[in-house]
């Protein structure tokens, strides 16, 4: 059998017209993002004799500077690193809410007559993890310093970059939200205009800051005068972010969580991502039996999806403010207890938790010559996360609090000050049988994430599909999901249409709600990496839904 992400072990037919013919191929180390770029600086790092780290964390720079919506430097990481003949390791890269912050002002500030958090605006900002995580992983892993790591980034940002189609348009979709605050408005409208696709954006204040944090290290963004001009910047335009707060920030370094399905390891990061819904998306439908291709097999996945968002909304907690039953939840017994949910001919038009009896986004990938492989995501939330640029720093700052935290009393991600939310932001890897780490993969894509890796990682195991293959198969999406803000709300399947016209009406018939999208508008920016561990070579997928590129040396 062929080894997984590679051609040559399909069991399900591939219907539909693919994109990118094949997987990209390499041995010398491979790196798949979702910006051409950030591409560029993690082969550049690759072929400087780096490592997957090195390579990880040099595209990740370079992202947070080309991808603005997505990605800036007030936004969180996540990430799982895998050094062969070591055990994993995740690290957990979000912060807190502003210590100052109270519920009184979030429901003062929010929607709906305040039961919702304000989504955006100086309010929803959070502690940003993006930096200490880059830091972090260099110092247990890397091999080159963050300052020569760093060029690409910092360059792309005084210097200017070309912008791309879907660039340009975030811009100018979200105008009148970036306007609204001073940072904002000097950093993407100095002068009123319409940006275009392949015009030259600069970012010279957030070059400086890079190179700030380059020459000084993270002690300058939490701790040094960076920190408080950027707590000054936020305060100055009505947020509670405080110079405080950013000094007691610290990533979460750990092992990941995991579960095997079909004799294979699948890894995910923990609480307070949602990796945990991944895993038990996978229990249950392994518990489930065989998936069957097709309407029933699509019909199976979404209920599965279904209830392991309700268990996360049930249970999950940032582990200072109380525990998640993640024994219980990852358990084999708990996926079997939920399968019995799953009624083959009917759709669920209500899921709810379990009864325990007893109790906007970019992601990339990098594979090195040895072996080492990073999956790391990372994000801003939202477009353009809170919108508000931090004073002069041309930092973009995140809305994590403002899109994470329920105002309903008594849910477990209830608001409260010094507060990590649930987040959206999660990441896999695969391992063989044998316990070789073969497949490193994800997509952003906030509460689409953990269904769309569900779909992928059922490409990849179930239906043998390779790499690009799996990232190019019809995407679907349960709505809603976690989000507070889609809740609550009638369950509705949104499809591309590339989906055959016939299993589209077989789902219809099970009672699952049918909303079609065009072809290649499922959402995500999926990438995936895969590794034979017997030659060595490398498959490559990344997603035509966006813009990215997988390249190798």
């Not at 037919?13 to 950030?38: C, F, K, N």
């Not at 582990?319 to 990852?330: N, R, S, V, Y």
Request: net charge negative; with cysteine.
């Amino acid at each position: 059998m062929s080894t997984i992400g590679f051609p040559g072990a399909e069991r399900a037919e591939q219907d539909w017209t693919r994109r990118i013919e094949s997987p990209r191929y390499s041995t010398g180390g491979m790196v798949a993002t979702a910006h051409p770029l950030a591409t560029a600086a993690g082969l550049n790092a690759l072929e400087r004799g780096g490592n997957a780290v090195d390579a990880a964390i040099a595209a990740a720079a370079v992202a947070a500077v080309t991808m603005p919506e997505m990605c800036g430097w007030g936004g969180d990481i996540f990430a799982i690193v895998s050094k062969p003949g070591r055990a994993p390791v995740s690290y957990l890269g979000s912060g807190i809410a502003p210590r100052s912050a109270t519920v009184e002002m979030m429901r003062a500030a929010g929607a709906e007559g305040g039961t919702k958090m304000p989504y955006q605006g100086p309010l929803a900002i959070g502690v940003p993890g993006l930096i200490d995580g880059y830091f972090r992983m260099l110092g247990d892993f890397g091999t080159k310093s963050f300052a020569e790591l760093a060029q690409h980034a910092i360059g792309h940002a005084g210097n200017g970059y070309p912008l791309t189609r879907d660039g340009a348009a975030a811009i100018n979709m979200n105008a009148g939200l970036l306007m609204q605050y001073p940072g904002s408005r000097s950093v993407f409208f100095p002068v009123e205009k319409t940006w275009r696709e392949g015009e030259i954006f600069k970012q010279t204040d957030l070059a400086r800051t890079i190179q700030i944090i380059a020459d000084e290290g993270p002690e300058s963004y939490y701790r040094g005068d960076l920190a408080r001009r950027i707590a000054e910047g936020v305060q100055a335009v009505g947020g509670q972010l405080s110079a405080d707060d950013l000094a007691g920030h610290e990533t979460v370094v750990t092992p990941p969580i995991s579960t095997t399905y079909r004799g294979f390891s699948l890894y995910q990061t923990g609480i307070p991502s949602q990796g945990l819904i991944h895993l038990m998306e996978h229990n249950a439908v392994e518990a489930y039996g065989e998936l069957a291709h097709g309407a029933d097999g699509i019909h199976t996945l979404v209920e599965a999806k279904k209830l392991a968002y309700a268990d996360r909304l049930g249970y999950a907690v940032d582990p200072k403010f109380g525990d998640t039953p993640l024994h219980t939840l990852l358990s084999k017994e708990w996926g079997a207890k939920r399968a019995t949910w799953i009624n083959p001919d009917r759709a669920s038009t209500e899921a709810l938790a379990g009864d325990l009896q007893d109790g906007d986004t970019t992601y990339l990938c990098t594979v090195d010559r040895d072996g080492m492989m990073v999956s790391l995501i990372q994000s801003v939330s939202s477009a353009f996360g809170s919108c508000v640029v931090a004073g002069d720093t041309g930092v973009v700052m995140n809305n994590r609090v403002g899109r994470g935290f329920s105002l309903v009393e008594g849910h477990p991600n209830f608001f409260a000050p010094g507060k990590r939310t649930m987040h959206t932001l999660n990441c896999f890897m695969i391992g063989a049988p044998d316990g070789t780490m073969v497949v490193t993969g994800g997509t952003p894509g906030g509460d689409g994430q953990p269904q769309w890796n569900l779909q992928m990682v059922a490409g990849l195991i179930d239906y043998g599909w390779d790499v690009q293959a799996a990232i190019e198969a019809p995407r679907w999406t349960s709505w809603p999901g976690t989000d507070p803000g889609s809740l609550p709300n009638p369950f509705e399947l949104r499809v591309e249409s590339r989906i055959r016209e016939t299993e589209l009406f077989q789902l219809e018939e099970k009672g699952h709600r049918i909303i079609r999208l065009n072809d290649w508008d499922g959402g995500g920016a999926a990438q995936i990496i895969a590794r034979d561990p017997d030659t060595g070579v490398l498959a490559g997928g990344s997603d035509p839904r966006a813009e990215g590129y997988a390249a190798g040396i």
